[in-house]
């Protein structure tokens, strides 16, 4: 890994701080509608909103190099966003470079970059959030139109939002077991989901805000109701809703320089520590102070060091895939765990050694050590009188490295204190009795219930 910046980079990180000079002096007020309204467009003149949509469709055009500067140099100073709206930023307009016609192209990517309207994502459904290619949101072809019947729920701004990017099934099993439109059983629930490019004004589409506690709405519930689509605004092929998904997400993944703003938001912390006064000094001279901002700060050049990997694998052309995602999370996880043990090491060698002569070496169990510890805590708090655990990490790979050679298990559980609670409620009993576990053994778990 090469940390060193060329020329040329430089001379354009210099070029992102004079803009900065000039244009967020210290003390403006950057949430005033006029500063932001006058930013937007100073930003979308030097093509830096879409720095890294190809030229062709009005993007920068931009190396990533460039990108991270950019973000970094705009984390580092607390910048506005660069444009306004912020899913069509993030991946419809992604998903429309990779996948759109020329004509879609045409049509939505000045408006997205110029933050014309809002975008809302239809992902989601009641019965489908995590296992999000079970959706069922039903679409048959009608000639030249779709028609989609069906619930999305928790979909941000939908109350404000012109134009949804939705998931629909056009093959496959929908919840009577029936094939859509009568097509074939496809091999598995990620084929046969189709993506859909939706105006919400449409006639069928209800939107129903749900209320948080605190009495706002930022999602809603978005009803289907006999809802026709003309074929045209279908982005890619029928049936390949998923790999459009899937890409278009990744764009999200791969990203260093929000690490910026967290070592900026670090910073703020140690200022505070410094000027607040605990026990009769300042608070930055308590060690338990010190010891969770040291914490933070491993955990911030985890992450910063992580996502230099990421890029680099970006600077060679090869597939980020989901590794930037979930498995560097995992990562992640086991160098905070390996930093944490460095750290004792130095600041309390004696404690250090005590826990390193109970444990293995790395601070880990041993996956079969995981195992009885997993099942012996599920009898001892749950009360389950059958519980088997089956470590699945070679399903998964890459995670045996990431969390100190294993950490996906397989939960079969049954107990008596599952009488009457939903999957999800039973889960998190188990969630809750593993939780001195969670944190550094367990990476994942597949949990599944009975009676
Ligand atoms: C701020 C925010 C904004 C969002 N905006 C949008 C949006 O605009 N559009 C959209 O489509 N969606 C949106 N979502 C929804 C989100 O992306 C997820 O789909 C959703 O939160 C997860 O689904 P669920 O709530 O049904 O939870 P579930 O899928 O029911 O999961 C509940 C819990 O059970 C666990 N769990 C689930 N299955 C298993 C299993 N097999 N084994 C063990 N544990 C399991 C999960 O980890 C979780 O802790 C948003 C969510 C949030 C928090």
């Known amino acids: 890994m090469d940390f060193h910046f060329t020329p040329e980079e430089e001379a354009f990180r210099s070029e992102v701080r004079a803009f900065l000079d000039e244009n967020l002096p210290a003390g403006a007020n950057a949430n005033a509608p006029a500063f932001l309204a006058e930013w937007t467009q100073k930003v979308r003149a030097k093509r830096w909103v879409g720095f890294s949509w190809p030229k062709e469709v009005g993007g920068g ?89 069906g619930q999305k729920i928790w979909t941000s701004i939908a109350m404000w939002s012109k134009w949804i990017i939705l998931l629909v099934r056009t093959g496959g099993l929908d919840s009577e077991g029936q094939a859509p439109g009568g097509a074939m059983r496809p091999a598995s629930k990620h084929e046969g989901i189709t993506c859909l490019l939706v105006p919400m004004d449409t006639k069928g589409i209800t939107v129903r805000p749900i209320k948080n506690m605190s009495g706002g709405s930022m999602f809603a519930e978005v009803f289907f109701d006999a809802v026709r689509v003309p074929v045209e605004n279908r982005l890619g092929e029928e049936g390949q809703g998923w790999q459009v998904t899937v890409s278009a997400l990744a764009h999200e993944r791969s990203s260093i320089a929000e690490v910026e703003g967290l070592r900026r938001k670090l910073e703020e912390l140690k200022e505070l520590a410094r000027k607040s006064r605990k026990n009769g000094r300042a608070a930055l001279e308590d060690d338990g102070i010190r010891r969770r901002i040291a914490r933070f700060e491993a955990k911030i050049e985890g992450m910063r060091f992580n996502g230099m990997r990421a890029l680099t694998k970006q600077l060679r052309g090869e597939p980020l895939g989901t590794r930037s995602g979930w498995r560097s999370l995992a990562a992640l996880r086991a160098l905070v765990a390996r930093s944490r043990n460095r750290r004792r090491h130095t600041e309390h060698p004696e404690e250090h050694h005590r826990r390193a002569r109970a444990r293995p070496p790395e601070g880990l169990m041993s996956t079969e050590d995981r195992v009885q510890r997993i099942e012996s805590l599920l009898r001892e708090k749950l009360g389950a009188t059958d519980v088997q655990v089956v470590d699945e990490s070679h399903k998964h790979r890459g995670h045996a490295g990431a969390a100190g050679g294993g950490g996906h298990f397989r939960v079969t559980i049954a107990s008596p204190r599952f009488a009457g609670l939903s999957l999800v409620q039973a889960q998190r009993l188990v969630y809750e009795a593993l939780g001195e576990m969670m944190t550094h053994e367990i990476h994942a778990l597949t949990i599944t219930t009975r009676g």
């Open 61 to 149: 055009g931009a190396s990533i190099m460039q990108q991270v500067i950019l973000k970094e140099e705009m984390a580092k100073r607390k910048a506005p966003p660069l444009g306004t709206c912020f899913m069509g930023l993030a991946w419809v307009g992604p998903a429309i470079i990779q996948y759109g016609t020329p004509a879609q192209k045409q049509r939505f990517i000045p408006d997205i970059l110029d933050g014309k309207y809002q975008w809302c994502t239809g992902y989601s459904e009641p019965a489908s959030g995590s296992d999000l290619a079970s959706l069922q949101c039903k679409c048959v072809r009608e000639g030249d139109e779709y028609v989609v019947n």
